[in-house]
């Protein structure tokens, strides 16, 4: 290439630089009024005074309330996760609500079920299974099925009675709930050599990893946010509606979970969906062992 054509593109180069820069100052008055452009316009909700878990949050900490926003900012602005946790809860809130009100847990603890799964039937790459995360190791410490063909961490009712026991021991050691709460992600130990070592009792003083930090804040952000929702933009939610179920007590094997279904006047995909603990297209059962398989008849499935 001979030295003018080189000049020539390096004063392109130069004019195109400054255009593109100028236009980055100045905005480009090209674009009109309808473009994607998004901006947040209003203050995010919060109340005055809140509380968890039955506790009171000290909200005259700035760096309390800076957490709490983070989190109502995150889950807030996720509209299309939220507005699912909206149309499910009256499904899953009640059965969730009974179990904890029978074994002496706050019934705030629902949201830490939504924290940990947003409401849905997940496994996570550590192996946490169902609306409460349970590992492994842990469920069957508590009691709960944990083969290739039942998997009773995503039986609700089941885990939330594990939940429950977890958060009953960890409250003995802490002796409050949000604490407990705390230890849900972090262990029992991890928190209580955390809180020893800065001879610390409430979580709100305590200083420990990101993920613990949020966790908690993330609990409460959901509590505002489902409890309030049009505060934060979520106008007329309507929740889908509850199932008329059925429940089939059975102590024996089941060689063919398909025909059972279709004898119980369902289907299999029924059967399946609402009994996510069945994980095989059998249920083995050479102890006479007891279960519930919750069921709905073909008519229900229709929207009335």
Not at 20 to 31: E, F, L
Not at 167 to 178: I, L, P
Not at 179 to 201: E, H, P, R
Request: contains cysteine.
């Amino acid at each position: 290439m001979n030295k003018p054509l080189t000049y020539t593109f390096a004063a392109i180069g130069i004019v195109s630089a400054l255009l593109i820069t100028t236009a980055a100052v100045t905005g480009d008055n090209s674009q009109n009024d309808n473009d994607s452009t998004f901006v947040v316009s209003r203050q995010i909700y919060i109340p005055e005074e809140v509380s968890l878990f039955g506790e009171r949050v000290p909200l005259e900490y700035f760096d309390v309330v800076e957490s709490l926003e983070r989190e109502l900012l995150v889950n807030t602005f996720y509209q299309s996760q939220t507005t699912q946790i909206l149309k499910y809860k009256h499904r899953y809130f009640p059965i969730i609500d009974s179990v904890l009100k029978a074994n002496g847990i706050p019934e705030d603890f629902r949201y830490l079920a939504v924290a940990e799964s947003s409401l849905r039937v997940n496994i996570s790459p550590k192996g946490a299974a169902g609306f409460w995360q349970i590992i492994e190791s842990t469920a069957k410490l508590y009691g709960l099925t944990v083969t290739p063909e039942i998997d009773q961490r995503y039986d609700l009712e089941k885990a939330t009675e594990v939940a429950c026991k977890y958060f009953q021991n960890a409250y003995k050691k802490f002796g409050n709930w949000t604490m407990v709460a705390a230890s849900y992600n972090l262990g029992i130990n991890g928190l209580a050599k955390q809180a020893n070592y800065q001879k610390i009792t409430s979580f709100y003083d305590l200083y420990t990893n990101s993920e613990t930090a949020r966790y908690v804040f993330r609990i409460l952000a959901f509590k505002l946010i489902l409890e309030n929702p049009e505060q934060y933009g979520y106008v007329g939610i309507k929740p889908y509606p509850t199932i008329k179920q059925k429940i089939v007590t059975v102590d024996t094997t089941i060689s063919n979970l398909e025909e059972f279904a279709k004898s119980q006047g369902s289907n299999y995909k029924m059967l399946k969906t609402l009994n996510p603990w069945l994980r095989d297209k059998f249920l083995p059962n050479k102890d006479s062992i007891t279960y519930k398989i919750t069921l709905i008849e073909d008519s229900e499935r229709r929207i009335k």
